[in-house]
Structures are given as C-alpha cells and as structure tokens.
C-alpha cells in the first residue's frame, strides 16, 4: 500500500470580507462591540478616531473628526484612558497635552509617510540658515519635529494660521507640499516649502477625477488640498474650491448638490455617509486607502483596552516644547 499525498485543507473564510466604504455591522463584531462598550466603561475611556479609520471603528468612536478636532476632544476630556484610533503622531499629540492620563494607540506600527518626511535635524538646520525665522509643522509630524516648530495647523486652520504671522520674516511650511501651496495661493506669503507629501493624497491623479466625473456628470468635486491632483486640476480650474476634512462635511450639507466625488482618502466616505444622509459620496478611487489607519481594528481596540497596552509616552523635555505651538494652533481655531 503506498501513501497517499495529503493534500491539505484550507479553511472556508468564517467571516465575510469587509467591504472598506460599508457601514453594516457584521455578525462576528456585535459581541466585540458589547466588549469594547463594557471595557469602555470599566476603564473610564474615551475612544477617538480619524475620519480615515474604518467604518467599524468610526462607529464605535465617541469622537469622530480630522486631526485638529480631534486634538480638542483630547485637550477636554475627562476619562483617564484615551483610545486613539489613528496613527502615531496623533496619539503623541493627545498624550503632549494629557501628560498624566494613558494613551492607548492598539498598533504602534500605525505611522505616516508624511510625518516620516521630516526631522528634528532637518528643521534645526533650515533654523539656523534663517535666524528669526518661523517654523510652521502640519501636525502630521513626530514629536520631536513639533518641539522644533513655532506653531502647529491642520489642513483646516494652515491658512488662519499663516495669515497671523509677523511678516518680514522667513517661514518655513512643512512638511506637506500640497497643503503648503494652497497655503500660497490663499494667501500670498512667500514661504520655503519643506518637500514632503503623503503618499496616498500624492497618488491620486487628475485622471482618476476626470473618470469619476465621467461617470458622475452631475457629482460635485470635494478636494482636500493635501492631494496630489490638486495643484493640476486648480491650474485647469482656478475657481476651485479646497476643502479640510471638516469643510468637506459642511460643504455637502450646503450644498444643493445630491451627488459628491470626495477626493480624498476613502474612510471620508464613510464620514460624510454618516453625517450626511441622504446625498451620495463617491470615493475617487477606491485605492486611496492609507494602510497605516487601517491597521487600527475592532480586534486591538479591544486588546488595548483589556490589557492598557500598547501605550504611547512622550519624554518630558520634548513635551514641554512640543506643547506651545500645539496650543497656539488651538487658540487660532
Ligand atoms: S493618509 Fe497620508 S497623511 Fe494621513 S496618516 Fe496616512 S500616510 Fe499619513
């Protein structure tokens, strides 16, 4: 008798695959959801979360917005334990402004290509070549980029925030080179401009727009000034308008539009699905999708809350100084 290669079973998927633009909850998430609710309580947590977190973890949120307003909720609340469901340099700035309160991020892998462009070094350098001069960090940026930085601003406030500078003064806008040129156009200042981008906003093209406006004659164009395209299509259409995550909501709710392309990061959709019933939200590209958000799951939201664990520190010499121009981009709204 001779033996028979075995040929090995692989198990049938359990679940089915989640549809990444889907609000529904699957049956395998209620009971983790009942966990996440009841450890919520337990522990006094708050979990906040990006507009580019998945539609399961946006759902469960108590806060959902873009990074400025999620900078406010950590700045009041309450609980003892912060759950950040977003990337790295978030949870530095919730724990930056809560030094004695736990800040959770469920997977440290969570980073930023855009927050990796630049370094403590390297604004240290183009200070000393430019005495005098004012350091402007998006606060997509680590720490100890932003213990560097006069002021910090988010797509939403970075003009506001420029246009309340001295003038006559070097300023150096980092490190997002989409956001620092509608920074120019908007305002006029001349400003050196750190050459970073992220890579999922770099990677949408004007073709990807013209396709969905193709298919969706009558959608109106939601753009967030972070994208690649932006520049481009602003050149073919000057009258454009940009909008931060947050101006995107209220423009749709404005809007006498029915049908929107946002182009953007596609966990947006989701947002404006929610917030705006009703009206139809395209996603430009269903690629333009940042893996490092993605990685924040209901599975390690709950792990992080059962075992406190994985947290994020920030020494205290870089927190102090990382802290000033945090507040001061709060106190510019
Ligand atoms: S979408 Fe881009 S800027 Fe936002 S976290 Fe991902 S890599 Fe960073």
């Known amino acids: 008798m001779t033996d028979r290669p075995v040929t090995p079973v692989i198990p049938r998927p359990q679940t089915p695959h989640r549809d990444l633009l889907q609000l529904e909850v699957l049956p395998d998430e209620a009971q983790m959801r009942a ?61 930056i402004l809560n030094p004695h309160k736990t800040v959770l991020l469920p ?13 403590a070094q390297g604004v240290r350098d183009w200070k000393a070549s430019n005495p005098g001069g004012l350091v402007v960090t998006y606060v997509n940026t680590t720490a100890d980029v932003k213990a560097e930085s006069d002021y910090c601003c988010t797509s939403g406030n970075a003009v506001q925030v420029v246009q309340s500078l001295p003038q006559d003064v070097p300023v150096l806008f980092a490190p997002d080179r989409f956001l620092a040129a509608h920074v120019i156009r ?3 200042r001349a ?11 770099e ?39 940009l909008y931060s ?21 596609t966990g947006m959709v989701t947002r ?19 893996e490092y958000m993605k990685m924040i799951t209901l599975g390690n939201i709950l792990e992080s809350l059962q ?18 121009p945090i507040e001061r981009m709060l106190a510019i709204g």
């Open 272 to 290: 404006l699905q929610h917030d705006v019933p009703g009206k139809t939200f395209i996603p430009v590209s269903r690629t333009a999708c940042c």
């Open 186 to 188: 908007e305002t006029g």
């Open 35 to 95: 966990d996440i609710e009841q450890l919520r309580q337990e522990k006094n947590a708050v979990i906040l979360a990006h507009n580019y977190q998945r539609p399961e973890v946006q759902v469960i949120a108590d806060f959902v917005g873009d990074s400025l307003g999620l900078s406010r909720q950590a700045a009041r609340t309450d609980a003892e334990v912060i759950v950040f469901a977003g990337v790295h340099f978030m949870a530095e700035t919730a724990a």
């Open 191 to 201: 400003m050196d401009v750190w050459d970073g981008a992220c890579h999922v906003h």
């Open 107 to 119: 997977d440290l892998r969570a980073g930023c290509s855009l927050a990796d462009t630049v370094t």
């Open 245 to 265: 995550t947050e101006g995107m909501i209220h423009r749709a709710q404005a809007s006498a539009a029915q049908e929107f392309i946002v182009v953007t990061e």
């Open 203 to 241: 990677a949408i093209r004007p073709e990807d727009v013209q396709s969905q406006q193709a298919a969706y004659p009558d959608a109106e164009l939601l753009i967030h000034p972070e994208c690649g395209c932006s520049s481009r299509i602003l050149s073919a259409i000057p009258e454009l308008q």
């Open 307 to 324: 075992n406190l664990q994985p947290r994020v520190t920030v020494p205290e010499e870089i927190r102090t100084r990382a802290l000033l």
